[in-house]
């Protein structure tokens, strides 16, 4: 079993950055894929950034040259640096972790799910 608990949502401007993070704790298998998907209401929950064991990663089109995943093996946290906030990114962010492939892939596939955290984005 995985436990994720995200933090470091919050509002902030167009133009503006935030980071979250992932506590993660339990069993966290060598071979998993970690990453950040977000869900407004009314539409399915999509993948925006993972990361391999290897450390290679994948980003949507979407937010390509502005948000940056890593992870810090070592205290088992994950993060998401997000800048050039747009309104179109407010959004709730789900920390995620898999085994199988890197996104693009259906949030069914996705074996452990964090609680959420809201980020908002105003114009």
């Known amino acids: 079993q995985v436990h994720l608990v995200e933090s470091g949502g919050g509002s902030v401007q167009a133009g503006g950055s935030l980071r979250l993070s992932c506590a993660a704790s339990g069993y966290t298998y060598s071979s998993f894929y970690w990453g950040w998907f977000r869900q407004v209401p009314g539409k399915e929950r999509e993948g925006v950034a993972s990361i391999e064991s290897d450390g290679v990663t994948s980003y949507a089109d979407s937010v390509k040259g502005r948000f940056t995943i890593s992870r810090d093996k070592f205290a088992n946290t994950l993060y998401l640096q997000m800048n050039g906030l747009k309104p179109e990114d407010t959004a709730m962010y789900y920390c995620?972790?898999?085994?199988?492939?890197?996104?693009?892939?259906?949030?069914?596939?996705?074996?452990?799910w964090g609680q959420g955290t809201q980020v908002t984005v105003s114009s």
């Open positions: 995620a972790a898999w085994v199988g492939r890197p996104i693009p892939l259906p949030p069914k596939f996705v074996g452990y």
